[in-house]
Nanobody
Framework: QVQLVESGGGLVQAGGSLRLSCAAS????????LGWFRQTPGKERDFVAA????????GYADSVKGRFTISRDNAKSTGYLQMNSLKPEDTAVYYC???????????????????WGQGTQVTVSS
């Protein structure tokens, strides 16, 4: 069992930046793919980014490519999502998740993940 806790959300103006963190409860975190998803009311949870266990492979949704950067520090059992050039349409609850996967491309759906954090709200004002 892995518990995940997100932090770093908040209110920011369009064009600003935020860095989300995802702290894991166990050092086995380093064995998992880490993913970030986001969800707005009434909509499905959408893929944002994922990173493999070593950090050597990453994947991004087209809507955030070039603006967001996913990373991880396995020594600290923590993952990060650096969000730059934020837009109002980035407003959502952001969730981190951990799961096993052979490739990043297979980890673009929520079904690929076993553990989820509680979510952190990101609001981007225009």
């Amino acid at each position: 069992q892995v518990q995940l806790v997100e932090s770093g959300g908040g209110l920011v103006q369009a064009g600003g930046s935020l860095r989300l963190s995802c702290a894991a409860s166990r050092r086995t975190f380093r064995s998992y793919v880490l993913g970030w998803f986001r969800q707005t009311p009434g909509k499905e949870r959408d893929f944002v980014a994922a990173i493999n266990w070593s950090g050597g492979s990453t994947g991004y949704a087209d809507s955030v490519k070039g603006r967001f950067t996913i990373s991880r520090d396995n020594a600290k059992s923590t993952g990060y999502l650096q969000m730059n050039s934020l837009k109002p349409e980035d407003t959502a609850v952001y969730y981190c998740a951990a799961g096993f996967g052979f490739t990043i491309e297979t980890m673009r759906t929520p079904e690929g993940y076993n553990y989820w954090g509680q979510g952190t709200q990101v609001t981007v004002s225009s």
